[in-house]
């Protein structure tokens, strides 16, 4: 999917209030935060955050704080990611960590980290092939909380649903087949929501067969089952959490 960006791999921009955060920045991430119209500055960002080190998710995580940092002449922001992107065969290339003004090294169920006015907590780790970690946002009472890549396993639902989201964004690579990957199937993504229930989940991170069973359809029937707001991601996709949120418990 990746290198053939049968799907964009730029990660996610999060404004909340006046705080802005890159999440997983990927290849790609860069040129489609400038491309986009009206362009994403940046300059702007207050943090970068990464939930592991793969390729997919942190390619472009030296080009972003280049550019949030102006090439390193304005010290800037705060770089949150787990050891082994920052130390182990690091992902952050080492100069380009000396650009930001904090890191935070991530670690399991760590925090709060504090980005301007918005909290996060980190996630139990995750069954991946290299340290990842979810992410539990939270700012004016809006808790939002990204589950990246990783197998399923129970205690990753109790610690999700600890975090009480109002949003969930669940990565599901895999439909349904027999590889034996660190990644989750359609239908633990959907066990996971139905046990947080949170009142909006958002699925993303598909690869080829999760294409080609229509992700629309398949989160339309996890909002007739369930009664929550459920969107399949697309490139480009933009969403006004609070409104979500907010329809839903209307």
């Given at each position: 999917?990746?290198?053939?960006?049968?799907?964009?791999?730029?990660?996610?921009?999060?404004?909340?209030?006046?705080?802005?955060?890159?999440v997983d920045?990927?290849?790609?991430?860069?040129?489609?935060?400038?491309?986009?119209?009206?362009?994403?500055?940046?300059?702007?960002?207050?943090?970068?955050a990464?939930?592991?080190?793969?390729?997919?998710?942190?390619?472009?995580?030296?080009?972003?704080?280049?550019?949030?940092?102006?090439?390193?002449?304005?010290?800037?922001?705060?770089?949150?990611?787990?050891?082994?992107?920052?130390?182990?065969e690091?992902?952050?290339?080492?100069?380009?960590?000396?650009?930001?003004?904090?890191?935070?090294?991530?670690?399991?169920?760590?925090?709060?980290?504090?980005?301007?006015?918005?909290?996060?907590?980190?996630?139990?780790?995750?069954?991946?092939?290299?340290?990842?970690?979810?992410?539990?946002?939270?700012?004016?009472?809006?808790?939002v909380?990204?589950?990246?890549?990783?197998?399923?396993?129970?205690?990753?639902?109790?610690?999700?649903?600890?975090?009480?989201?109002?949003?969930?964004?669940?990565?599901?690579?895999?439909?349904?087949?027999?590889?034996?990957?660190?990644?989750?199937?359609?239908?633990?993504?959907?066990?996971?929501?139905?046990?947080?229930?949170?009142?909006v989940?958002?699925?993303?991170?598909?690869?080829?067969?999760?294409?080609?069973?229509?992700?629309?359809?398949l989160?339309q029937?996890?909002?007739?089952?369930?009664?929550?707001?459920?969107?399949?991601?697309?490139?480009?996709l933009?969403?006004?959490?609070?409104?979500?949120?907010?329809?839903?418990?209307?």
């Amino acid at each position: 999917m990746v290198a053939r960006q049968l799907r964009a791999s730029g990660g996610m921009w999060f404004r909340f209030g006046q705080t802005q955060i890159h999440v997983d920045p990927g290849p790609g991430a860069l040129v489609r935060a400038l491309s986009h119209v009206p362009p994403f500055n940046p300059r702007e960002l207050d943090a970068i955050a990464l939930s592991h080190k793969h390729l997919d998710h942190a390619g472009d995580v030296t080009a972003m704080i280049e550019a949030m940092t102006s090439g390193g002449f304005r010290k800037r922001g705060v770089l949150l990611a787990p050891a082994d992107a920052l130390h182990d065969e690091p992902t952050v290339l080492p100069y380009a960590q000396r650009f930001v003004e904090r890191i935070e090294t991530v670690t399991e169920c760590g925090g709060p980290y504090r980005i301007g006015d918005v909290t996060m907590r980190s996630s139990i780790r995750h069954m991946h092939a290299v340290e990842t970690y979810g992410m539990h946002f939270e700012h004016e009472g809006l808790r939002v909380s990204y589950l990246p890549c990783g197998r399923y396993f129970d205690a990753l639902v109790e610690d999700y649903r600890s975090a009480n989201p109002d949003v969930l964004i669940v990565n599901v690579l895999r439909y349904s087949d027999a590889m034996d990957v660190d990644h989750l199937q359609w239908n633990q993504a959907r066990a996971i929501v139905e046990e947080v229930r949170p009142r909006v989940v958002i699925f993303q991170h598909f690869g080829t067969k999760m294409l080609e069973a229509d992700p629309r359809a398949l989160a339309q029937s996890v909002e007739d089952d369930f009664g929550l707001r459920a969107i399949a991601a697309y490139d480009g996709l933009e969403v006004d959490l609070t409104t979500e949120v907010a329809a839903v418990a209307g």
